[in-house]
């Protein structure tokens, strides 16, 4: 059975620090590994990820993944408030392109 | 790009109505949608596969007599939560994407509250 999952479940930081989250999986034909941000209403995507060791970044976040270890960890630095939210892994398989979601990491960012 | 808008947002509604909840894309034809359920503070849980134009594949414990799904063209899928009951109360959310090896973008998700 397809497996991921993330640590820790929750996490309290204050403004300006920074939080790094971590997603594993043990999952057949694996292609991608993506994370998204949900706060009140859907997830957003944030980042795909499909080769190990290449890190992507976009402003105050970036993630890696790395495939022989199957995990990928995604940053946060100089947090804000408006980082709190709950970010979900998900591995994508080959097949079907199905999603598998990871039960999330709950981020409360206090001023 | 990549805008997928879910309708309703919210629904309230007595016991035994049936729900339709509307999936489309906006900006992309999506030959394969996706709904998932999502009950507080859990993760998402895909519920069916929607495929355009073919019935839909729906995930092991999911009743496909209680949730149809249309996928009638390449922007607009549609969830019918049947002769709704309060177990039923959740959060459904489509997504979509727009091919393979691609990531999948979602709706606003519609919060289903049964009387």
């Known amino acids: 059975e397809d497996k991921v999952v993330q640590s820790p479940l929750s996490l309290v930081v204050h403004e300006g620090d920074t939080v790094t989250l971590n997603c594993s999986y043990e999952?057949?034909?694996?292609?991608?590994l993506l994370w998204y941000k949900q706060e009140k209403k859907a997830p957003t995507f944030l980042f795909m990820l499909?080769?190990?060791?290449i890190e992507k970044k976009s402003g105050r976040l970036s993630s890696i993944l790395d495939k022989k270890e199957l995990f990928s960890i995604l940053n946060i630095t100089a947090t804000q408030t408006g980082d709190s939210a709950v970010y979900l892994c998900a591995v994508l398989r080959a097949a079907g392109n199905k999603l598998t979601f990871g039960g999330g990491t709950r981020v409360l960012v206090k001023p | 790009g990549a805008v997928v808008s879910q309708h309703p947002s919210r629904v309230i509604c007595k016991s035994g109505t049936s729900v339709k909840i509307e999936c489309r894309s906006l900006?992309?034809?999506?030959?394969?949608m996706f709904w998932y359920r999502q009950f507080p503070k859990q993760s998402l849980m895909l519920m069916a596969t929607s495929n355009e134009g073919s019935k839909a594949t729906y995930e092991q414990g999911v009743e496909k007599d209680k949730f149809l799904i249309n996928h009638a063209s390449l922007t607009l899928s549609t969830l019918t939560v049947t002769s709704a009951h309060p177990e039923d109360s959740s959060f459904y959310i489509c997504?979509?994407?727009?091919?393979?090896?691609?990531?999948?973008?979602f709706g606003d998700g519609t919060r289903l509250s049964i009387l």
């Open positions: 499909t080769s190990s060791g």
């Open positions: 900006d992309f034809q999506a030959t394969t």
């Open positions: 999952v057949t034909n694996f292609r991608s």
């Open positions: 997504s979509a994407s727009m091919g393979l090896n691609q990531p999948q973008h």
